[in-house]
Protein backbone atom coordinates (compact mmCIF):
# COMPACT_ATOMS: atom_id res chain seq x y z
CA UNK A 1 0.00 0.00 0.00
CA UNK A 2 1.02 3.78 -0.92
CA UNK A 3 1.00 5.57 1.89
CA UNK A 4 1.68 9.37 2.77
CA UNK A 5 3.14 10.77 6.15
CA UNK A 6 3.15 14.56 6.37
CA UNK A 7 5.65 15.15 9.15
CA UNK A 8 8.82 13.87 9.07
CA UNK A 9 10.09 14.36 13.08
CA UNK A 10 10.31 11.64 15.76
CA UNK A 11 6.84 10.39 14.91
CA UNK A 12 6.75 10.73 11.19
CA UNK A 13 10.23 8.89 11.57
CA UNK A 14 8.83 5.93 13.69
CA UNK A 15 5.28 5.78 11.40
CA UNK A 16 7.30 5.80 8.79
CA UNK A 17 9.38 2.95 10.15
CA UNK A 18 7.16 0.62 10.65
CA UNK A 19 5.33 1.27 7.24
CA UNK A 20 8.29 0.53 5.71
CA UNK A 21 9.56 -2.64 7.64
CA UNK A 22 5.70 -4.15 6.68
CA UNK A 23 6.51 -3.58 2.80
CA UNK A 24 4.67 -0.48 2.50
CA UNK A 25 5.71 2.36 0.20
CA UNK A 26 5.62 5.81 2.10
CA UNK A 27 5.88 9.52 0.54
CA UNK A 28 7.34 11.29 3.06
CA UNK A 29 5.93 15.43 3.11
CA UNK A 30 7.59 18.09 4.99
CA UNK A 31 7.78 21.83 4.88
CA UNK A 32 11.06 21.30 4.82
CA UNK A 33 11.68 18.90 1.96
CA UNK A 34 15.52 18.47 2.21
CA UNK A 35 14.53 17.24 6.07
CA UNK A 36 11.93 14.82 4.23
CA UNK A 37 14.97 13.66 1.80
CA UNK A 38 16.70 12.68 4.33
CA UNK A 39 14.22 10.78 6.43
CA UNK A 40 13.11 9.19 3.02
CA UNK A 41 16.86 7.94 2.53
CA UNK A 42 17.07 6.65 6.07
CA UNK A 43 13.84 4.68 5.65
CA UNK A 44 14.35 3.00 2.51
CA UNK A 45 16.87 0.75 4.57
CA UNK A 46 13.93 -0.37 7.46
CA UNK A 47 12.74 -2.54 4.69
CA UNK A 48 10.94 -3.55 1.83
CA UNK A 49 8.55 -0.95 1.31
CA UNK A 50 10.24 2.06 -0.70
CA UNK A 51 10.76 5.75 0.48
CA UNK A 52 10.35 8.84 -1.25
CA UNK A 53 9.49 11.96 -1.59
CA UNK A 54 7.06 13.93 -3.92
CA UNK A 55 8.15 16.43 -6.80
CA UNK A 56 7.44 19.72 -5.67
CA UNK A 57 3.43 21.12 -6.26
CA UNK A 58 2.85 16.81 -6.86
CA UNK A 59 -0.31 15.81 -5.69
CA UNK A 60 -0.87 13.27 -2.68
CA UNK A 61 0.05 9.48 -3.65
CA UNK A 62 -1.27 7.70 -0.77
CA UNK A 63 -4.07 6.10 -0.27
CA UNK A 64 -3.26 6.97 3.63
CA UNK A 65 -2.48 9.65 4.76
CA UNK A 66 -0.73 10.21 8.19
CA UNK A 67 -0.73 13.45 9.71
CA UNK A 68 2.65 13.11 12.10
CA UNK A 69 1.73 16.71 12.71
CA UNK A 70 1.89 18.97 16.18
CA UNK A 71 -2.42 19.90 17.03
CA UNK A 72 -1.20 23.79 16.42
CA UNK A 73 -0.24 23.37 12.94
CA UNK A 74 -2.91 20.05 12.37
CA UNK A 75 -5.59 22.63 11.03
CA UNK A 76 -3.76 24.50 8.45
CA UNK A 77 -2.38 21.45 7.51
CA UNK A 78 -5.95 20.31 6.44
CA UNK A 79 -6.23 23.37 4.83
CA UNK A 80 -3.40 23.34 2.63
CA UNK A 81 -4.54 19.64 1.33
CA UNK A 82 -7.88 20.88 1.34
CA UNK A 83 -9.97 18.52 -1.58
CA UNK A 84 -6.80 16.28 -1.91
CA UNK A 85 -7.28 14.46 0.94
CA UNK A 86 -10.64 13.55 -0.60
CA UNK A 87 -10.93 9.76 -0.48
CA UNK A 88 -7.95 8.31 1.25
CA UNK A 89 -7.95 7.48 5.10
CA UNK A 90 -6.35 10.52 7.11
CA UNK A 91 -5.15 9.20 10.23
CA UNK A 92 -4.89 11.82 13.46
CA UNK A 93 -1.97 11.20 15.93
CA UNK A 94 -2.12 14.65 17.86
CA UNK A 95 -2.19 14.69 21.77
CA UNK A 96 -3.02 17.91 23.20
CA UNK A 97 -0.57 19.84 25.25
CA UNK A 98 1.88 18.91 23.49
CA UNK A 99 3.92 21.67 22.27
CA UNK A 100 6.21 21.10 18.71
CA UNK A 101 9.87 19.74 19.34
CA UNK A 102 8.15 18.17 22.92
CA UNK A 103 9.98 20.53 25.17
CA UNK A 104 8.39 22.19 27.82
CA UNK A 105 5.00 20.30 28.11
CA UNK A 106 2.27 22.66 29.38
CA UNK A 107 0.50 19.66 32.15
CA UNK A 108 -2.46 21.50 32.49
CA UNK A 109 -3.19 21.42 28.49
CA UNK A 110 -5.51 18.27 28.54
CA UNK A 111 -8.30 20.63 30.19
CA UNK A 112 -8.08 21.98 27.42
CA UNK A 113 -9.88 18.68 25.61
CA UNK A 114 -12.85 19.61 27.63
CA UNK A 115 -12.68 23.18 27.17
CA UNK A 116 -10.82 25.07 24.14
CA UNK A 117 -11.09 21.81 22.52
CA UNK A 118 -14.27 20.37 21.71
CA UNK A 119 -14.68 16.73 21.86
CA UNK A 120 -10.98 15.42 20.83
CA UNK A 121 -8.62 16.57 18.16
CA UNK A 122 -9.73 13.51 15.89
CA UNK A 123 -13.32 15.14 15.96
CA UNK A 124 -12.05 18.51 15.03
CA UNK A 125 -10.11 16.80 12.30
CA UNK A 126 -12.85 14.91 10.93
CA UNK A 127 -14.93 18.27 10.89
CA UNK A 128 -12.14 19.94 8.68
CA UNK A 129 -11.49 16.77 6.64
CA UNK A 130 -13.78 16.78 2.95
CA UNK A 131 -17.07 15.32 3.79
CA UNK A 132 -17.23 11.36 3.75
CA UNK A 133 -13.39 11.25 3.96
CA UNK A 134 -12.87 8.82 6.92
CA UNK A 135 -10.62 10.05 9.80
CA UNK A 136 -8.82 7.36 12.20
CA UNK A 137 -6.90 8.01 15.63
CA UNK A 138 -4.69 5.88 16.20
CA UNK A 139 -0.25 6.27 17.21
CA UNK A 140 -1.14 8.90 19.78
CA UNK A 141 -0.25 6.29 22.85
CA UNK A 142 2.89 5.38 21.45
CA UNK A 143 6.44 7.49 21.16
CA UNK A 144 8.67 7.58 18.14
CA UNK A 145 11.75 6.20 19.84
CA UNK A 146 9.62 2.90 20.11
CA UNK A 147 7.77 3.12 17.19
CA UNK A 148 11.32 2.61 15.78
CA UNK A 149 11.80 -0.62 16.74
CA UNK A 150 8.07 -1.43 17.29
CA UNK A 151 8.36 -2.87 20.49
CA UNK A 152 8.94 -2.50 24.57
CA UNK A 153 11.41 -4.95 26.49
CA UNK A 154 10.68 -7.43 23.93
CA UNK A 155 6.91 -7.04 24.04
CA UNK A 156 5.17 -5.54 20.65
CA UNK A 157 3.68 -1.95 20.98
CA UNK A 158 0.02 -2.08 21.20
CA UNK A 159 -1.73 0.64 18.83
CA UNK A 160 -5.07 1.78 19.81
CA UNK A 161 -7.27 2.81 16.92
CA UNK A 162 -10.60 4.62 17.13
CA UNK A 163 -12.87 5.96 14.00
CA UNK A 164 -16.62 5.58 12.84
CA UNK A 165 -15.42 3.74 9.42
CA UNK A 166 -15.32 0.14 10.06
CA UNK A 167 -12.98 -0.26 6.77
CA UNK A 168 -10.76 2.35 7.30
CA UNK A 169 -10.06 1.15 10.77
CA UNK A 170 -9.61 -2.42 9.08
CA UNK A 171 -6.81 -0.68 6.54
CA UNK A 172 -5.11 0.74 9.15
CA UNK A 173 -5.34 -2.08 11.57
CA UNK A 174 -3.48 -4.24 8.57
CA UNK A 175 -0.79 -1.32 8.26
CA UNK A 176 -0.16 -1.73 12.59
CA UNK A 177 -0.15 -5.54 11.53
CA UNK A 178 2.29 -5.32 9.08
CA UNK A 179 4.43 -3.63 10.79
CA UNK A 180 4.69 -6.52 13.79
CA UNK A 181 2.10 -4.25 16.26
CA UNK A 182 -0.97 -5.23 17.42
CA UNK A 183 -3.96 -3.25 16.93
CA UNK A 184 -6.54 -2.71 19.41
CA UNK A 185 -10.23 -1.26 18.08
CA UNK A 186 -11.25 0.72 20.94
CA UNK A 187 -14.63 1.80 19.16
CA UNK A 188 -15.98 4.89 17.42
CA UNK A 189 -14.37 8.23 16.81
CA UNK A 190 -15.36 9.78 19.95
CA UNK A 191 -13.59 7.37 22.01
CA UNK A 192 -10.30 9.36 20.60
CA UNK A 193 -11.49 11.62 23.78
CA UNK A 194 -10.58 8.84 26.12
CA UNK A 195 -7.39 8.52 23.92
CA UNK A 196 -6.11 11.69 23.84
CA UNK A 197 -6.45 12.14 27.81
CA UNK A 198 -4.31 8.82 27.56
CA UNK A 199 -1.74 9.94 25.26
CA UNK A 200 -1.26 12.79 27.24
CA UNK A 201 -0.49 11.33 30.45
CA UNK A 202 1.40 8.50 29.36
CA UNK A 203 4.21 11.61 27.99
CA UNK A 204 3.67 13.00 31.67
CA UNK A 205 4.77 10.58 33.06
CA UNK A 206 8.00 10.32 31.57
CA UNK A 207 10.18 12.51 33.81
CA UNK A 208 8.55 11.48 36.86
CA UNK A 209 9.19 7.81 35.83
CA UNK A 210 12.22 8.48 34.04
CA UNK A 211 11.68 6.26 30.74
CA UNK A 212 12.61 9.00 28.27
CA UNK A 213 9.91 8.53 25.97
CA UNK A 214 11.08 4.41 25.48
CA UNK A 215 8.10 3.19 27.23
CA UNK A 216 4.18 1.68 26.10
CA UNK A 217 1.24 1.13 26.82
CA UNK A 218 0.23 -2.53 27.21
CA UNK A 219 -2.74 -4.49 27.45
CA UNK A 220 -2.06 -8.06 28.55
CA UNK A 221 -4.70 -10.79 29.11
Known sequence: ????????GRMGRGIGTRLVAGGNDVEVVDV?????????????GAGTGRATVPEPGAGIAGDVVVLAVHYSVLADVI?????????RIVIDIANPGVPAGGAGID?????????????????????????????VKAFNTTFGNTLETGE??????????AGDHQDAKQTVAGLVSAGKMRPIDVGPLRRA?????????????????????????????
Open 32 to 44: DRARAATLAQELS
Open 79 to 87: RQYGDRLAG
Open 193 to 221: RELERLGFLHISLQERLGTHFRSAVKFLW
Open 1 to 8: MKVTVVGA
Open 107 to 135: FDGIGGVGGSIEGSIAEQTAELVPDGTPV
Open 152 to 161: VAGQALDVLI
